[in-house]
């Protein structure tokens, strides 16, 4: 599962609401989400890297994964934060050297942008990352919000031709199956031959999180990205009003976090896919 952003939900991510994830759902990744902008890290470095590392820890203490989530989302030039990615990254990177259970997703949704801009980015933040963790993946964001740059008009084929010159690294994927149709699903099925590819977002609403949800397309990728071993994380582990937040309203201002009754519909159906 995927935080949403810890400067408006840091109170969905608690001892008891992530031990029900690793025990009651049996998830086995956090995506801990720190925005860029919209009063996240910009806004406080020291105090959002700080809570960024509390979060990390404690999925770390429940044998969960960690994915980094520099959730630089607009501008959606990601070089438009590059000085600070790269103090967000080095800080990463010292303190998680050492812990084989952590991915660095190093552009959420780059948008608006060339795939050119983009992978000269990811080509001087991933030195970064190195020079402290030489051996944990990378995540690389692409064109048109994660989509390979379907929602600009483009395809996969701009990343199989001209790919970051790094090595143990994957290309990230977001969809949203009320919005993103065949197109998007042919994309992640002809990129995924090619290409290793992380789904770190994906909602079953439409592509603002919102609306009916649509189970058989969400379904539909699953299947595909379990026939094809694609990692994923859903999009988010909050009591945000929207559909796509797994808790109903008011939940986080409580206690109780198992079981289905604090959960929305999207919820339970997540809870019941990462439970199979």
Request: proline fraction near 3%; hydrophobic fraction near 35%; glycine fraction near 8%.
């Amino acid at each position: 599962m995927s935080t949403h952003g810890t400067q408006w939900y840091a109170q969905c991510v608690t001892d008891g609401s992530l031990n029900a994830l690793a025990t009651d759902w049996r998830a086995d990744v956090l995506r801990v989400s720190t925005y860029v902008q919209e009063g996240g890290y910009e806004t406080d470095p020291a105090g959002f890297t700080a809570r960024a590392q509390k979060f990390i820890d404690a999925a770390h203490a429940r044998g969960m994964y960690a994915v980094i989530d520099w959730h630089m989302l607009s501008p959606g030039d990601p070089n438009a934060n590059l000085a600070r990615a790269k103090t967000f990254f080095t800080a990463m990177a010292k303190k998680y050297k050492d812990h084989p259970g952590v991915l660095y997703e190093i552009a959420n949704e780059p948008s608006g942008v060339s795939w050119s801009a983009i992978k000269s980015y990811s080509e001087q933040i991933i030195p970064v990352i190195r020079a402290q963790d030489p051996d944990a993946v990378v995540l690389v964001g692409t064109r048109a919000w994660s989509s390979f740059g379907v929602s600009e008009g483009s395809n996969e084929s701009e990343v199989v031709n001209n790919p970051v010159r790094a090595s143990n690294i994957m290309y990230t994927f977001h969809f949203y199956a009320a919005s993103h149709r065949e197109e998007y699903l042919s994309a992640l099925d002809r990129a995924s031959d090619r290409l290793p590819v992380f789904v770190t977002e994906f909602g079953t609403q439409n592509y603002a999180g919102e609306g009916a949800n649509d189970f058989a397309m969400s379904q539909r990728y699953l299947d595909l990205m379990k026939r094809k071993k694609i990692s994923w994380t859903n999009w988010n582990y909050s009591d945000d009003h929207r559909s796509g937040a797994v808790f109903k309203t008011g939940t986080c201002n409580g206690s109780n976090w198992t079981g289905t009754g604090v959960l929305k519909e999207a919820g339970v159906w997540i809870r019941d896919r990462i439970r199979q």
